[in-house]
């Protein structure tokens, strides 16, 4: 599978659902941590940067899965996107799904709807706190 895909898996287990830049970045990120052998070595390379772990590759990837037809994209007041599965994303999402154990399914559905729960402070800072070295080059308080 490839870092796009898990992309798409992240964006689809949102059921239609907007996510905004933390989710995406947040959502991977521990994804990536959590199931290393799962996700493999072309996975996402995140740093610590301004609010924690980021990889510019995930909105590049969630940029071209719009593209594709695959993802829908808003930009926001305040100048960020937002995004979300097109129906063609979610039937290619179900795709990808079946190659998953359904221990990776549920996690994924888990970390979405956790991460989506939570204020972005709130999630920033419970992702500093399980991986302290993400908030290296912080910009972020509270």
């Given at each position: 599978?490839?870092?796009?895909?898990?992309?798409?898996l992240?964006?689809?287990?949102?059921?239609?659902?907007?996510?905004?830049?933390?989710?995406?970045?947040?959502?991977?990120?521990?994804?990536?941590?959590?199931?290393?052998?799962?996700?493999?070595?072309?996975?996402?390379?995140?740093?610590?940067?301004?609010y924690?772990?980021?990889?510019?590759?995930?909105?590049?990837?969630?940029?071209?899965?719009?593209?594709?037809?695959?993802?829908?994209?808003?930009?926001?007041?305040?100048?960020?996107?937002?995004?979300?599965v097109?129906?063609?994303?979610?039937?290619?999402?179900?795709?990808?799904?079946?190659?998953?154990?359904?221990?990776?399914?549920?996690?994924?559905?888990?970390?979405?709807?956790?991460?989506?729960?939570?204020?972005?402070?709130?999630?920033?800072?419970?992702?500093?706190?399980?991986?302290?070295?993400?908030?290296?080059?912080?910009?972020?308080?509270?």
């Amino acid at each position: 599978m490839t870092r796009s895909d898990w992309n798409l898996l992240v964006l689809a287990a949102a059921s239609g659902e907007r996510l905004q830049p933390v989710h995406l970045q947040k959502i991977l990120f521990l994804l990536g941590e959590n199931c290393p052998r799962t996700t493999g070595s072309s996975y996402y390379r995140f740093a610590p940067y301004h609010y924690g772990a980021f990889d510019a590759d995930v909105y590049r990837d969630a940029e071209r899965l719009e593209s594709q037809g695959l993802a829908l994209m808003w930009r926001v007041p305040g100048g960020w996107k937002e995004y979300a599965v097109s129906p063609a994303g979610l039937t290619r999402a179900r795709e990808l799904e079946a190659r998953l154990s359904p221990a990776v399914r549920r996690y994924v559905q888990q970390l979405v709807n956790w991460a989506r729960g939570l204020s972005f402070g709130d999630l920033v800072s419970a992702v500093y706190k399980a991986y302290p070295w993400t908030k290296a080059n912080s910009i972020f308080r509270k």
